[in-house]
């Protein structure tokens, strides 16, 4: 019992410290590094769904790809700040960048997992029903509606 417990303890502290899982899949053939990667991947693209803002920018990005200034202006939050939790997204998987000459343009990623298309799934349909979601839907269609084709080139002038 108490070897098992430890085995169990020395995976759990395998996925938290890459260089250990390293050592820990030498020392024990039956874990493979390609395991711990999708461990890794897997948590690493739950951890990116915990925060609020970025399960806001999921859900705008779900009515298709928009610019940086867009979810600046539907969200009321700095271009750092949408950046930073665009940048998390994008490690993380959850969306793709384009660039058009200036400016940077994000939508959903589209070669997905199994699991990461479930979840998405789930998500959209569980985020459509918050208040917060439905507020950045309308803010989304009123400035889409007044916004110019220009817009992203006249905020840098």
């Known amino acids: 019992m108490a070897i098992q417990q430890r085995k169990c303890q020395d995976k759990s502290a395998a996925l938290n410290n890459p260089g250990l899982a390293k050592i820990f899949a ?4 039956s874990i493979r590094i390609q395991w711990f990667l999708a461990m890794r991947q897997t948590i690493n693209s ?6 609020e803002t970025r399960l806001r920018i999921l859900a705008l990005l779900g009515q298709g790809e928009l610019c940086v200034c867009d979810l ?5 939050l700095p271009q750092s ?3 930073r939790h665009l940048a998390v997204l994008k490690n993380a998987g959850w969306v793709t960048d ?8 994000y939508r959903l990623a589209d070669e997905v997992t199994p699991l990461r298309q479930e979840l ?5 349909a569980h985020l459509a029903d918050l208040a917060a979601t439905k507020q950045d839907r309308e803010r989304l269609g009123l400035y889409l509606m007044q916004k110019s084709r220009n817009t992203c080139q ?4």
């Open 81 to 83: 700040t949408v950046s």
């Open 120 to 124: 998405q799934h789930t998500m959209m």
């Open 154 to 157: 006249n905020m840098a002038e």
């Open 46 to 51: 739950l951890k990116a769904l915990s925060d």
């Open 26 to 29: 030498l020392i024990n053939p």
């Open 72 to 76: 600046m202006a539907v969200l009321q």
């Open 98 to 105: 384009r660039r058009q000459g200036l400016w940077m343009y």
